[in-house]
């Protein structure tokens, strides 16, 4: 497997080899014109693209490390309790664990594959930006009212 993880590494150093950089990124890096720094990022020129590239980012992050990486988590944790009160007996707390934690690992996949599709399902007239939105709060209050409101599996059986 640590052979397999390199594989990564080997194809930037092909990449590297093979990728030219523009011809007008050149003719300035050769005659030393400055190429860009933090402050014009947030000069009035850039500002609005930056703060708006930023939130983009950061609402990625978070959902990436909230969805994808704390949810498991949090339903091994509910269901833990949950299957402990029915007084199951611990070897079929962890395969139910597993299954349900499966279970909720292949609906995420199944949301991601959603945004995918979105602008197909998304109402007439609405622009790529109005779609993107919509999928971005939609997914945010998905995310709050699960953490919110997971605690037992009650919320799952109505």
């Not at 640590?2 to 594989?7: H, K, P, R, S, V």
């Not at 933090?38 to 969805?67: D, K």
């Amino acid at each position: 497997m640590f052979i397999i993880g390199t594989l990564p590494a080997l194809l930037v150093l092909v990449i590297m080899r093979r990728l030219k950089e523009p011809e007008g990124w050149q003719k300035a890096k050769d005659k030393n014109v400055k190429l860009g720094s933090i402050s014009e990022l947030f000069s009035s020129r850039y500002r609005r693209s930056t703060l708006v590239g930023m939130t983009l980012a950061f609402s990625g992050v978070v959902g990436l490390w909230g969805i994808g990486f704390f949810a498991p988590d949090l339903l091994s944790s509910v269901l833990d309790k949950t299957f402990r009160a029915q007084g199951m007996p611990e070897n079929v707390i962890a395969s139910q664990k597993t299954l349900w934690t499966g279970i909720n690992s292949l609906l995420q996949n199944l949301g991601a594959f959603g945004e995918f599709t979105r602008s197909r399902i998304s109402p007439r007239g609405w622009d790529a930006a109005r779609r993107f939105a919509a999928g971005f709060i939609a997914a945010m209050c998905a995310t709050a009212f699960t953490f919110w409101n997971c605690k037992t599996l009650a919320i799952f059986s109505g």
